[in-house]
């Protein structure tokens, strides 16, 4: 069974930074494209950035540029995600995907002061 | 505002046949997979249809997919009340290089 396990989400101050985690297990993570997407309090979904199998391509949606930074290890079939310079804009449930297929339950990202 | 369109509500009667469509562009839609999403309010999106009109394991078969040029439809046969939540479609985007969401339908069951 796929599973995928956000966490690191957390209350943090504007400009403030986070690093989110997202554990999987159920299929071979070395194998496939990994994505993080969003969703802010009561609006649409928002893909954030995604990274492929081995690590050496990344992209991100231009809000986040800069800003982000995605990376993933194949050894401990992990995925993060680095904030930094966070804005209240960014505030959302961060969900982690295998490929846009099977998603995680999310983590709770709150920019506030 | 999303790149994908969507309109914002849609509804039918219990056992009636509702179609959803989701609009973009030759870039997106128009070159790549469309994907469709039901979302439970409070919950994590689940996936319906990929690669334009797949079901994965699981999904009943009175969800259908299809694209025709830049645009994409959901259809859902049998309508049960469970079916009243959000969908969600999205695609790659080839000059925006990521994917690109619709802003979501609700779906009412009167």
């Known amino acids: 069974e796929v599973q995928l396990v956000e966490s690191g989400g957390n209350l943090v101050q504007p400009g403030g930074f986070l690093i989110l985690s997202c554990a999987t297990s159920?299929?071979?993570?070395?194998?496939?494209?990994m994505s993080w997407v969003r969703q802010a309090p009561g609006k649409g979904l928002e893909w954030v950035a995604n990274?492929?199998?081995?690590?050496?391509?990344?992209y991100y949606v231009d809000s986040v540029k800069g800003r982000f930074t995605i990376s993933r290890d194949n050894a401990k079939n992990s995925l993060r995600l680095e904030m930094s310079n966070l804005t209240d804009e960014d505030t959302a449930v961060y969900y982690c995907?295998?490929?846009?297929?099977?998603w995680g339950q999310g983590t709770l990202v709150t920019v506030s002061s | 505002q999303s790149v994908l369109t969507q309109p914002p509500s849609v509804s039918g009667t219990p056992g009636q046949r509702v179609t959803m469509f989701c609009s973009g562009s030759?870039?997106?839609?128009?070159?790549?997979?469309v994907y469709w999403y039901q979302q439970v309010p409070g919950t994590a999106p689940k996936l319906l249809i990929y690669?334009?009109?797949q079901r994965p394991s699981g999904v009943p078969d009175r969800f259908s997919g299809s694209k025709s040029g830049t645009s994409a439809s959901l259809a859902i046969s049998g309508l049960r009340s469970e079916d009243e939540t959000d969908y969600y479609c999205?695609?790659?985007?080839?000059?925006?290089?990521?994917?690109?969401f619709g802003g979501g339908t609700k779906l009412t069951v009167l």
């Open positions: 995907l295998n490929d846009m297929d099977f």
């Open positions: 159920g299929f071979i993570f070395s194998k496939y494209w």
């Open positions: 990274i492929n199998p081995d690590g050496s391509t990344k």
């Open positions: 030759y870039f997106n839609i128009g070159s790549n997979y």
């Open positions: 690669k334009n009109n």
């Open positions: 999205a695609a790659w985007d080839d000059t925006k290089k990521g994917w690109v």
